[in-house]
C-alpha cells in the first residue's frame, strides 16, 4: 500500500522558513512533487525532483526562495523554504508520478497524493 505522509507545516513570519517532509512507504517512484492549494483556487505546483538523477523544476514563483531535495535511502522528499511571503500561504501536498509525462506541473500525471500540511506566512 502506497502511502505519503507530509510533516512540518505551521505558522511562521514573513521572511521565516519552514522545511516539509514527505515519507514515501509502499514502493519508489520516478518523480517526487510538491503543489499547494488555497480555498478557491487551482492547485499549483511549486517543485519536483525525480529520483535517480535529483533533476529539479520550480516554479517561478518560488524560484530562489524554495529548495526541493530527496533522501533516496529514506525515500523521502523535502521542500526547504526560505524568505516566505505571505502568498505561500496554502495546503501543500506532495505527490507522486512514474515517468516525465509531458512535464513537471501537470497535477493530473500525480497519482499518489499526500494528506496536505498547513503552512501559513503572517504579515
Known amino acids: 500500500q502506497v502511502q505519503l505522509v507530509e510533516s512540518g507545516g505551521g505558522l511562521v513570519q514573513t521572511g521565516g522558513s519552514l522545511r516539509l517532509s514527505c515519507a514515501v512507504s509502499g514502493r519508489t517512484f520516478y518523480a517526487m512533487g510538491w503543489f499547494r492549494q488555497v480555498p478557491g483556487k487551482e492547485r499549483e505546483f511549486v517543485a519536483q525532483?525525480?529520483?535517480?538523477?535529483?533533476?529539479?523544476y520550480y516554479a517561478d514563483s518560488v524560484k530562489g526562495r524554495f529548495t526541493i531535495s530527496r533522501d533516496v535511502a529514506k525515500n523521502t522528499v523535502y521542500l526547504q523554504m526560505n524568505n516566505l511571503k505571505p502568498e505561500d500561504t496554502a495546503v501543500y501536498y506532495c505527490?507522486?508520478?512514474?515517468?516525465?509525462?509531458?512535464?513537471?506541473?501537470?497535477?493530473?500525471?500525480?497519482?499518489?497524493w499526500g494528506q496536505g500540511t498547513q503552512v501559513t506566512v503572517s504579515s
Open positions: 525532483i525525480t529520483r535517480n538523477i535529483g533533476a529539479t
Open positions: 505527490a507522486s508520478k512514474d515517468g516525465y509525462g509531458l512535464g513537471p506541473a501537470r497535477s493530473d500525471e500525480y497519482a499518489y
